[in-house]
């Protein structure tokens, strides 16, 4: 008998050795702790006697949860019994379904929005701090980096002639080589120079930090949060990195390139951001529905009949 804590011990240990951030290791904890205290309260505490109703019933067990919220949950624990599955620890796998989910139709700031967040940076910061937060914003829009992969760039990192940024640390600690488009690139030489001239010459990284050599994504956060609530523009850092997908899926982009661009393991991944602009299928519609050369229908003349009586 295994019992659940140990086994989530187990897949944590296991998830460390695989390179997984950070922060993924802190959501796959909270989780795991979440469930192992769910089945105490269900008589179960071994992991080999656990249910995929009991799975159920833990993802429910919240009112208020989204359905994306669910399949997340059910995604680490179904990675999670997975594992002890192959590790021998079980002797069954769980057949865990995700529930159906809606596309998400999201709405981002216009080009208008964006030059009115990007003026709404300065907060009392130095000139340079806010040139960065302006110039990391821009770079995130066009590269479609996570924050996180962006604070860790280096110079050695960047090649101006190959217009093109090497990240090293990505997710799963993959590394990859990421595109800048010719529109950034002369803004990247301008923030370099600045960059050059505001920073010890052995602080290798691109985004320096106020007190540590490095820029923290908590201070990245901050920065943009206050932006947006001086601008009243709703975007994250997150949600630029989705903007960069979507517009990118919108302008006809082939979504191979844009799955490598964005570091995803799977197409399907990727694929969604196909069903991020509602406006834009709808427009695509207009233009191409067979129904356009039909003939129009006439409209409904004479004295109108009285149907039958519905009783």
Not at 49 to 70: C, H, I, M, N
Not at 82 to 96: A, D, I, N, P
């Amino acid at each position: 008998m295994l019992p659940i804590e140990t086994a989530s011990e187990l897949f944590l240990v296991r998830c460390r050795q695989a390179g997984h951030s950070p922060a993924t290791l802190v959501t796959y904890d909270k989780t795991l702790r979440q469930f192992s205290e769910y089945l105490k309260s269900q008589g179960t505490e071994s992991a080999d006697k656990v249910t995929a109703a009991q799975v159920y019933g833990f993802v429910d067990s919240e009112p208020g949860r989204t359905v994306a919220t669910v399949n997340s949950y059910i995604r680490r624990l179904k990675t999670l019994f997975r594992f002890l599955s192959e590790e021998g620890y079980v002797t069954t796998v769980l057949k865990l379904r995700m529930r159906k989910e809606w596309p998400r139709v999201r709405q981002f700031p216009s080009p208008k929005d964006f030059s009115k967040l990007l003026s709404s940076f300065p907060d009392g910061k130095s000139p340079f701090i806010t040139c960065r937060n302006q110039f990391l914003t821009r770079f995130l829009a066009d590269t479609g980096l996570r924050i996180g992969e962006a604070c860790a760039l280096t110079l050695e990192d960047v090649d101006l002639r190959a217009r093109a940024v090497l990240v090293r640390k990505g997710k799963g600690n993959k590394s990859r080589l990421v595109a800048l488009s010719s529109t950034l690139l002369p803004d990247l030489v301008r923030y370099l120079r600045e960059r050059g001239m505001h920073t010890k010459d052995d602080n290798p990284y691109v985004f320096p930090g106020e007190r540590s050599q490095d820029m923290t994504v908590h201070a990245y956060q901050q920065a943009l949060r206050r932006a947006c609530l001086r601008s009243g523009v709703k975007i994250s850092p997150h949600g630029l990195r989705h903007y960069h997908g979507t517009m990118w899926a919108e302008a006809g982009g082939d979504l191979v390139t844009l799955q490598h661009q964005l570091g995803h393991e799977s197409l399907s991944t990727t694929a969604r951001y196909l069903h991020e602009s509602f406006d834009s299928a709808r427009a695509k519609h207009d233009e191409f529905t067979p129904v356009k050369a039909w003939p129009k229908l006439g409209g409904v003349t004479g004295e109108r009949r009285r149907g039958p009586r519905v009783s």
